[in-house]
């Protein structure tokens, strides 16, 4: 009975993460997406049906194999999580020419609204993440005013920016020394967000 409470679960959630991940490229916008959990919640329904079913159903096969009970749970947990898609895709019920059952189009609508969810969270994340580092450089260059126009320059140049064109953008902002870090550093961010956090800790460091 613990299998339908830890190891099948486990596995679902094993399995979804395995098939959008890739996608996402993303846990926390995963694991903190509503629909995400939605689906592992239907998903882990499927795969305790799966599983009780071919417990019941191969108990002579399994012991033919030889194995130790853990690795025929094993197996079985595998090929029910598998098997899971193919209850989805072939579980269908069809009136005439009118589908008033169709999980496989539920569970592609499901997940397409997983995904769209899950990647409108990883928006939110990263300019969450945008705004903090500005505001950790601001604060960095606001101390050391001096190193803004050589990282600037740097990042750009880095990034396929025409020299006179950086030039023009830092004598565009310049004036009062501090006044300029706001709009140089916002650019930075903007134009190259991991070279502007790598400016951050190596300057820390």
Same mark, same amino acid.
């Given at each position: 009975?613990? =299998? ?39 998903? /882990? ?7 009780? !079913?071919?417990?019941?159903? /191969? ?6 194999? =030889? ?7 094993? !197996?079985?947990?595998?090929?029910? /999580? ?24 539920? #569970? ?45 320059? /740097?990042?750009?140049? #880095? ?6 064109? !950086? ?6 902002? $310049? ?19 991991? $070279? ?10």
């Amino acid at each position: 009975m613990n =299998h339908l409470y830890v190891e099948v679960p486990a596995a679902t959630l094993l399995f979804l993460v395995i098939d959008l991940y890739p996608v996402i490229k993303s846990l926390s916008a995963l694991f903190s997406t509503l629909s995400f959990w939605i689906l592992v919640a239907i998903f /882990t329904v499927l795969n305790a049906l799966s599983f009780v !079913i071919l417990t019941a159903a /191969t108990p002579s096969a399994v012991t033919s194999l =030889h194995l130790s009970a853990s690795a025929a749970e094993g !197996i079985l947990l595998f090929l029910s /999580t598998i098997g899971s898609i193919s209850i989805i895709q072939s579980f269908s019920l069809k009136i005439a020419n009118f589908k008033p059952i169709d999980l496989d189009q539920f #569970f592609q609508k499901t997940r397409a609204g997983v995904l769209t969810d899950a990647a409108s969270g990883k928006a939110k994340q990263e300019r969450k993440s945008s705004i903090r580092l500005a505001s950790k450089l601001k604060g960095y260059y606001t101390a050391n005013p001096t190193l803004i126009d050589a990282d600037y320059t /740097t990042l750009m140049a #880095f990034g396929g920016r025409n020299p006179a064109t !950086i030039a023009a953008e830092i004598a565009a902002a $310049s004036g009062d020394p501090l006044g300029k870090i706001h709009p140089l550093v916002t650019k930075m961010v903007l134009t190259d967000v991991d $070279s502007a956090r790598g400016f951050l800790f190596l300057h820390r460091n």
